[in-house]
């Protein structure tokens, strides 16, 4: 349990001690700077501590705020301040110069004078930690000096449901069109209903996986009524997928599993559910692998222009564009925010129309549909960021080409190529390479060598793209560049094969492989670096892999031998990637991410 010092005795009829009991700490007071320092002593190192003038009047959901959010090191809101381990000894040092200063031994937080976590917390700042004071709005959080300043704030704190602010937060602030208006307004009620039955976001999320696995199931069977219910359990998914979030902002329930479960479900679900409806699909004598694997192969794309781009630009030092300019006007204007929101196919408007498509149309309908769908919005994000590129002459710094060269997935062939040149690195190679490599799967018959040759094209062109520094403006397209390399290959070449059960082997193959590639993202994200080089050279990068995958096509072509070694080629991988990354997102104690930029999933 966690331990509140209040510094001083509470005022007559205050009800701060059962608030913060209600908080889940344990309170014990502490008058002046002195018994306060002996009073952490007394607290064992791993615990957060917090400290609250007795004064203190506010909603309970500002001192939540303050004193519970497992994912900063301290924060602090008027009168009251908590610090986590890592903090810990830079609060021990802020509050010697405060004890020195004569406190009095009779002195307490009571007698109108400066509140102590104040002075504490500018004393964190002045150590050079990061203290987090969270927005409050229109929620109070006082230290009022006298009886009259008092009233005002109680008459303040009554004038506001605190309640209703907290449930109004637990929605994501930024959000699609769909998940706004159609399911956060009563999946906030669902949150809340698994906050006061002691669920947690992990098993709502959990419980999320496990519908949308039921409807994939479903979709799997071919039959009108298996289509119609996977399209309702869909949905249903998506209702929990949103309720997982929103249970962790109503609860502040962060943690780093929990960060990763939901990151890494989201795309588990979508392409079970592909794998679905192509199965259910096979049942009917319609064969929709292509289709199925062309969708994800787009929509990871896409999400690796968006992933590529945001690394490029996190720290770039650069004032905004024309073009980001244009786009902060349009942001002001109601319908233009929902049009663009809309368009770009979130997660909430892509399952909405998969679901409403599956149990009204056939699988093929629903695909073709969707990559129509995918197809405009990544036309448009990408031709967004590259406006952003042109009218946004930024200095790329060492982290963003460092965070580039990570999400390049660079194998040790590309790494061999690249040592040779000596740093003088070509970016605009891997557009080329991409391209004789998209072009030669897509035109050259099964068995043909023209594969293979392009492929040593591609590794030769992968080197020269990273040989140096990615700092330019348009260095970002790299990243997608070689995603689009490798999954187009695969797609293509299986699709060219026709061998049976060569495409859902290399649906398997693309999923493994993207997933390394979220998984390096977010690792990214939470500041915690790629996954180890060793694991990239194992799997063999993205130009091994892509190397490998048309030597078997050359190898093994019009055979079943294809289908097993595209297979074996995604086993492989997968055990390697799956068991790194489960260890590392258990054991590691990377930071716990919160998406609350709207960005579309």
Same mark, same amino acid.
């Given at each position: /349990?966690?331990?509140?010092?209040?510094?001083?005795?509470?005022?007559?009829?205050?009800?701060?001690?059962?608030?913060? #009991?209600?908080?889940?700490?344990?309170?014990?007071?502490?008058?002046?700077?002195?018994?306060?320092?002996?009073?952490?002593?007394?607290?064992?190192?791993?615990?957060?501590?917090?400290?609250?003038?007795?004064?203190?009047?506010?909603?309970?959901?500002?001192?939540?705020?303050?004193?519970?959010?497992?994912?900063?090191?301290?924060?602090?809101?008027?009168?009251?301040?908590?610090?986590?381990?890592?903090?810990?000894?830079?609060?021990?040092?802020?509050?010697?110069?405060?004890?020195?200063?004569?406190?009095?031994?009779?002195?307490?937080? +009571?007698?109108?004078?400066?509140?102590? %976590?104040?002075?504490?917390?500018?004393?964190?700042?002045?150590?050079?930690?990061?203290?987090?004071?969270?927005?409050?709005?229109?929620?109070?959080?006082?230290?009022?000096?006298?009886? %009259?300043?008092?009233?005002?704030?109680?008459?303040?704190?009554?004038? +506001?449901?605190?309640?209703?602010?907290?449930?109004?937060?637990?929605?994501?602030?930024?959000?699609?069109?769909?998940?706004?208006?159609?399911?956060?307004?009563? $999946?906030?009620?669902?949150?809340?209903?698994?906050?006061? #039955?002691?669920?947690?976001?992990?098993?709502?999320?959990?419980?999320?996986?496990?519908?949308?696995?039921?409807?994939?199931?479903?979709?799997?069977?071919?039959?009108?009524?298996?289509?119609?219910?996977?399209?309702?359990?869909?949905?249903?998914?998506?209702?929990?997928?949103?309720?997982?979030?929103?249970?962790?902002?109503?609860?502040?329930?962060?943690?780093?599993?929990?960060?990763?479960?939901?990151?890494?479900?989201?795309?588990?679900?979508?392409?079970?559910?592909?794998?679905?409806?192509?199965?259910?699909a096979a049942r009917g004598s319609d064969d929709v692998w292509a289709l199925a694997l062309g969708a994800m192969v787009l929509q990871t794309c896409r999400h690796m222009v968006d992933f590529a781009f945001t690394e490029a630009t996190y720290d770039?030092?650069?004032?905004?564009?024309?073009?980001?300019?244009?786009?902060?006007?349009?942001?002001?204007?109601?319908?233009?925010?929902?049009?663009?929101?809309?368009?770009?196919?979130?997660?909430?408007?892509?399952?909405?129309?998969?679901?409403?498509?599956?149990?009204?149309?056939?699988?093929?309908?629903?695909? +073709?549909?969707?990559?129509?769908?995918?197809?405009?919005?990544?036309?448009?994000?990408?031709?967004?960021?590259?406006?952003?590129?042109?009218?946004? #002459?930024?200095?790329?710094?060492?982290?963003?080409?460092?965070?580039?060269?990570?999400?390049?997935?660079?194998?040790?062939?590309?790494?061999?190529?690249?040592?040779?040149?000596?740093?003088?690195?070509?970016?605009?190679?891997?557009?080329?390479?991409?391209?004789? /490599?998209?072009?030669?799967?897509?035109?050259?018959?099964?068995?043909?060598?023209?594969?293979?040759?392009?492929?040593?094209?591609?590794?030769?062109?992968?080197?020269?793209?990273?040989? &140096?520094?990615?700092?330019? &403006?348009?260095?970002?397209?790299?990243?997608?560049?070689?995603?689009?390399?490798?999954?187009?290959? =695969?797609?293509?070449?299986?699709?060219?094969?026709? +061998?049976?059960? $060569?495409?859902?082997?290399?649906?398997?193959?693309?999923? =493994?492989?993207?997933?390394?590639?979220?998984?390096?993202?977010?690792?990214?994200?939470?500041?915690?670096?790629?996954?180890?080089?060793?694991?990239?050279?194992?799997?063999?990068?993205?130009?091994?892999?892509?190397?490998?995958?048309?030597?078997?096509?050359?190898?093994?072509?019009?055979?079943?031998?294809?289908?097993?070694?595209?297979?074996?080629?995604?086993?492989?991988?997968?055990?390697?990637?799956?068991?790194?990354?489960?260890?590392?997102? /258990? $054991?590691?104690?990377?930071?716990?991410?919160?998406?609350?930029? &709207?960005?579309?999933?």
């Amino acid at each position: /349990m966690s331990t509140v010092i209040l510094t001083g005795p509470p005022v007559a009829g205050s009800p701060i001690e059962a608030d913060l #009991r209600g908080l889940g700490f344990e309170v014990v007071a502490a008058d002046g700077a002195g018994a306060l320092a002996a009073r952490m002593a007394a607290v064992p190192p791993a615990e957060r501590i917090a400290v609250v003038d007795p004064r203190f009047v506010g909603h309970v959901h500002a001192l939540r705020l303050a004193l519970t959010d497992p994912r900063f090191d301290a924060a602090a809101v008027p009168g009251a301040l908590s610090v986590r381990a890592a903090a810990r000894p830079a609060l021990v040092r802020a509050l010697a110069p405060a004890g020195g200063r004569d406190r009095g031994a009779g002195r307490t937080a +009571v007698t109108g004078a400066e509140s102590l %976590p104040d002075e504490l917390a500018a004393g964190l700042d002045a150590e050079g930690v990061t203290v987090q004071r969270p927005e409050l709005g229109v929620l109070v959080a006082r230290v009022p000096a006298d009886a %009259p300043e008092r009233a005002l704030a109680q008459e303040a704190v009554a004038a +506001v449901d605190d309640e209703a602010v907290r449930l109004r937060g637990a929605v994501k602030a930024r959000d699609g069109f769909f998940t706004t208006h159609f399911v956060s307004p009563y $999946s906030r009620y669902l949150a809340r209903w698994c906050a006061r #039955r002691g669920l947690t976001p992990n098993q709502v999320t959990t419980a999320s996986l496990l519908v949308a696995l039921i409807a994939a199931g479903c979709a799997a069977t071919g039959t009108r009524s298996g289509f119609v219910a996977a399209g309702v359990l869909l949905i249903a998914s998506f209702v929990l997928d949103c309720t997982d979030g929103q249970l962790a902002r109503y609860s502040l329930q962060y943690s780093t599993l929990g960060a990763w479960l939901d990151a890494t479900f989201d795309r588990v679900k979508e392409y079970a559910y592909y794998a679905g409806l192509a199965l259910g699909a096979a049942r009917g004598s319609d064969d929709v692998w292509a289709l199925a694997l062309g969708a994800m192969v787009l929509q990871t794309c896409r999400h690796m222009v968006d992933f590529a781009f945001t690394e490029a630009t996190y720290d770039a030092d650069a004032k905004a564009g024309r073009t980001a300019a244009l786009s902060d006007r349009l942001d002001r204007v109601g319908w233009a925010v929902w049009i663009r929101r809309i368009i770009v196919l979130p997660i909430g408007e892509r399952w909405a129309l998969i679901a409403i498509l599956t149990a009204v149309a056939t699988p093929r309908v629903t695909f +073709v549909v969707l990559i129509i769908g995918c197809v405009f919005a990544a036309c448009y994000t990408t031709a967004g960021r590259v406006l952003r590129s042109l009218t946004r #002459r930024a200095v790329r710094t060492d982290r963003a080409a460092a965070a580039l060269a990570e999400l390049a997935d660079t194998g040790p062939l590309a790494e061999a190529v690249a040592r040779l040149l000596r740093g003088r690195g070509f970016p605009a190679a891997a557009a080329v390479g991409a391209a004789v /490599m998209i072009a030669t799967s897509l035109a050259a018959p099964a068995g043909s060598w023209w594969p293979l040759v392009a492929a040593a094209v591609y590794v030769v062109t992968s080197g020269l793209a990273v040989a &140096g520094p990615l700092k330019g &403006g348009f260095d970002w397209l790299v990243v997608p560049l070689f995603r689009v390399a490798e999954y187009g290959t =695969v797609l293509a070449l299986a699709a060219a094969s026709k +061998v049976n059960g $060569s495409l859902p082997a290399a649906f398997f193959l693309v999923a =493994v492989v993207a997933y390394h590639h979220y998984d390096t993202v977010y690792r990214i994200r939470g500041g915690t670096g790629a996954p180890p080089r060793a694991l990239v050279r194992a799997t063999g990068g993205h130009e091994g892999r892509t190397l490998l995958v048309t030597a078997a096509s050359v190898a093994l072509a019009h055979s079943t031998g294809f289908t097993v070694a595209l297979t074996v080629l995604a086993v492989v991988p997968a055990l390697l990637v799956l068991t790194e990354s489960i260890r590392f997102w /258990m $054991s590691s104690g990377a930071p716990a991410l919160h998406d609350e930029t &709207g960005e579309p999933a």
